[in-house]
């Protein structure tokens, strides 16, 4: 065993819970992927993954660096740039990738990518039009 | 850092599965980077010729203990780990959970340790 694979060993065990709560955090990550366009209750994914909700985000944002809602959030922010570019228009986005305002759409929009959804789109969509992206 | 640029890109491109973006002739060696097959425009990643002396020293230590030089993250890890020792590829770590990631580490045959790891 090499240097480095006794340390990821060390580590892992040192840092993650063991065995069954892990892939409990795994299956609620994997939840939000798949359902993260639907009214989603982070409190029901958390019993979903028979935790408390305190000790779910603790254990998620162990796991993945984030809390549950703001992972939620760039899941969307992320398939809205996708969607904003395949020409989809912004109000259209925003109620397919599961956010219930536009306000509040572009407001987090803007504050993720620097720019409103209109002109991020504005400006990357004509870029892929010219080959650019 | 590799120590053979040709070698490097067949391994790179013919096993990895990178694609050739850029070969530039600089004297000697090239200007040579690849680029993911699924992200063509995205970033490149330089086939440096090893070319200062105390740079293999540092090379040699972090290739003896089993530490990768850079990670590339794949969509199934187990699926890529077969396919890789199929064509051959010498794992110093097999597929390994760490958390929510599993980890492998490769010898790219270049002097170099690459891990590979999947995020689940």
């Given at each position: 065993m090499t240097f480095y694979e006794q340390q990821v060993r060390q580590l892992r065990d040192a840092v993650y819970p063991r065995g069954e709560l892990s892939r409990q955090i795994v299956a609620a990550k994997q939840y939000i992927d798949q359902h993260f366009a639907e009214e989603l209750d982070l409190n029901g994914i958390a019993r979903r993954a028979?935790?408390?909700k305190f000790h779910f985000l603790r254990l998620f944002k162990l796991h993945y660096g984030v809390t549950p809602h703001r992972y939620l959030t760039e899941v969307r922010l992320l398939e809205a740039r996708r969607l904003l570019l395949k020409g989809m228009p912004v109000t259209e986005v925003c109620v397919a990738v599961g956010f219930e305002g536009v306000t509040s759409f572009k407001g987090l929009f803007k504050r993720y990518w620097g720019a409103t959804p209109a002109s991020w789109k504005k400006s990357n969509f004509r870029d892929r039009a010219a080959g650019k992206v | 850092m590799v120590d053979d640029q040709k070698k490097a890109l067949r391994f790179y491109t013919e096993v990895l599965g990178f694609v050739k973006k850029r070969e530039i002739p600089m004297?000697?060696?090239?200007?040579?980077?690849?680029?993911?097959?699924?992200?063509q425009d995205g970033v490149e990643l330089v086939l440096e010729p090893m070319g200062f002396a105390p740079a293999r020293v540092f090379q040699k230590e972090l290739y003896d203990a089993g530490i990768p030089w850079t990670a590339f993250q794949v969509g199934d890890i187990a699926a890529a780990y077969e396919r890789l020792k199929g064509l051959g590829v010498v794992f110093k770590?097999?597929?390994?959970?760490?958390?929510?990631?599993?980890?492998?580490?490769?010898?790219?045959?270049?002097?170099?340790?690459i891990q590979i790891y999947q995020v689940s």
């Open positions: 028979l935790i408390s | 004297g000697e060696h090239a200007w040579l980077t690849v680029v993911s097959a699924e992200e770590m097999a597929p390994t959970s760490m958390g929510p990631t599993t980890l492998a580490v490769l010898d790219d045959t270049c002097g170099n340790n």
